[in-house]
Nanobody, 119 residues
Framework: QVQLVESGGGLVQAGGSLRLSCVAS????????MGWYRQAPGKRRDAVAT???????GYADSVKGRFTISRGNAKNTVYLQMSSLKPEDTAVYFC?????????????WGQGTQVTVSS
């Protein structure tokens, strides 16, 4: 089992910045990738950025050049630095972790943190 706790959401004006944090606990050594997803009202949950245990990163086209995903030194923390925020970035942001336990993969989610960008 892996538990994820996010923090850092809030209200910001367009063009501003926010940094989200996610701390993983539990069976963290089974985690092979972490990332951030977001879900706006009435829309599906979409991937925003991911980082593997090897440090490879991936981004949605809509956030490339504006958002940066990184890990803390302890490897159980992942950050999302968001810059040049736009109103369309408004959503609940969820931390995600994928773990491998033997032959099986598991997905874990945080409770979500609200990001609101005003125009």
């Amino acid at each position: 089992q892996v538990q994820l706790v996010e923090s850092g959401g809030g209200l910001v004006q367009a063009g501003g910045s926010l940094r989200l944090s996610c701390v993983a606990s539990g069976n963290i050594f089974s985690i092979n990738a972490m990332g951030w997803y977001r879900q706006a009202p009435g829309k599906r949950r979409d991937a925003v950025a991911t980082i593997t245990s090897g440090g490879s990163t991936g981004y949605a086209d809509s956030v490339k050049g504006r958002f940066t995903i990184s890990r803390g030194n302890a490897k159980n923390t992942v950050y999302l630095q968001m810059s040049s925020l736009k109103p369309e970035d408004t959503a609940v942001y969820f931390c995600h972790a994928h773990s491998i336990d033997g032959r099986y993969g598991y997905d874990y989610w945080g409770q979500g943190t609200q990001v609101t960008v005003s125009s």
